[in-house]
């Protein structure tokens, strides 16, 4: 048990949508970022976010965005789906540099058609 | 840049056996991190290890042991007298400051993945 969940668990969208994804960490966890895990591949940085404001992004698109909020929850918002966002999403967060990585939430498994 | 190799693709071991799973990382940096995961069909990560560069120390935990070579640049992944619910996916995982804001960024290995055959 690692205090993150994530909801929804699964979501099927079409091409063309928007859709948001919803992570809640423990209080305190002031860090939290953003993965993408296609089928069969390890997963992909997205974003971090950092009390609030996004401190690091990977190889994605600006249709790819972020909130944290205050109550440590945060958002993933994609717009524009394409075929190939299909994919689990996870979100980790940490309360410091010592625990970084170490909290993952169980994912949610986005299908695009 | 950093990158994370897992050549092993699927490992099918009969259980008790030993299993060593590898991994070899690319980094320029001086101070990083690395991990170890394990993904069970339900997809949540669990989280392993985590071991800095400066620790070259081998660790024990239970049946987990890990061997951190710096010399090879390698972080090698013992399960030893393998049971049925050691059968997961594995990633090994390497984390390092990045860019002018100095997050700390993690790049994942493809994975490696154990069936333990009963």
């Known amino acids: 048990e690692t205090g993150v969940t994530q909801s929804p668990t699964h979501l099927i969208k079409t091409r063309g949508q928007q859709v948001t994804l919803r992570c809640s960490s423990q209080s305190g966890h002031n860090t939290v970022s953003w993965y993408q895990q296609a089928l069969g591949q390890g997963p992909q940085f997205i974003f971090q976010?950092?009390?609030?404001?996004?401190?690091g992004r990977g190889n994605f698109p600006p249709r790819f965005s972020g909130l944290q909020f205050p109550n440590y929850s945060s958002e993933l918002n994609v717009n524009a789906l394409e075929l190939d966002d299909s994919a689990l999403y996870l979100c980790?967060?940490?309360?410091?540099?010592?625990?970084?990585?170490?909290?993952f939430g169980p994912g949610t498994r986005l299908t695009v058609l | 840049a950093q990158k994370v190799t897992q050549a092993q693709t699927e490992i099918s071991v009969v259980e008790k056996e030993d299993v060593t799973l590898d991994c070899v990382y690319e980094t320029r940096d001086t101070t990083y991190y690395l991990f170890w995961y394990k993904q069970p069909p339900s997809g949540e990560l669990v989280f392993l290890i985590r071991?800095?560069?400066?620790?070259?120390q081998n660790e024990i935990s239970g049946r987990y042991s890990w061997n951190f070579q710096k010399s090879t640049s390698s972080f090698n992944f013992t399960i030893t007298a393998s049971q049925v619910v050691d059968s997961a996916v594995y990633f090994c995982?390497?984390?390092?400051?990045?860019?002018?804001?100095?997050?700390?960024?993690?790049?994942f290995g493809t994975g490696t993945k154990l069936q333990v055959i009963p």
């Open positions: 995982a390497l984390s390092e400051v990045e860019g002018s804001g100095g997050y700390q960024k993690v790049t």
């Open positions: 071991r800095n560069s400066f620790d070259e």
């Open positions: 980790a967060s940490s309360l410091d540099p010592k625990t970084l990585f170490r909290f």
């Open positions: 976010y950092y009390r609030e404001e996004e401190n």
